[in-house]
């Protein structure tokens, strides 16, 4: 992303980028239209951000999940965005 630019991208295009990257290698992915970023395998609803990321925005929301920078492990539906690194 650097290299198509000529200042430097903003982390959060930098972490959704990466998380739908890695997810589409074996799903389908969509937009989130109306809630989170974005919806894989027409079911699971995730929302991408740092570590401070909170619920509100999938707080009802069934299968719904963080995918949060700057974490080690995962905590319920909290999950690090490294570990989608694996999918790939």
Not at 11 to 33: C, D, N, P, Q, W
Not at 54 to 79: H, M
Request: charged share 25%.
């Amino acid at each position: 992303m650097q290299a198509y630019s000529l200042r430097r991208p903003h982390i959060g295009t930098v972490r959704e980028t990466f998380a739908v990257l890695h997810m589409r290698v074996g799903h389908s992915v969509e937009y989130g239209k109306e809630h989170g970023d974005f919806v894989v395998d027409g079911k699971y609803t995730f929302e991408v951000g740092g570590k401070d990321k909170s619920f509100k925005q999938i707080a009802d929301i069934p299968d719904s999940y963080l995918l949060v920078d700057e974490i080690e492990y995962a905590v319920g539906n909290r999950l690090p965005l490294w570990l989608i690194g694996f999918l790939y």
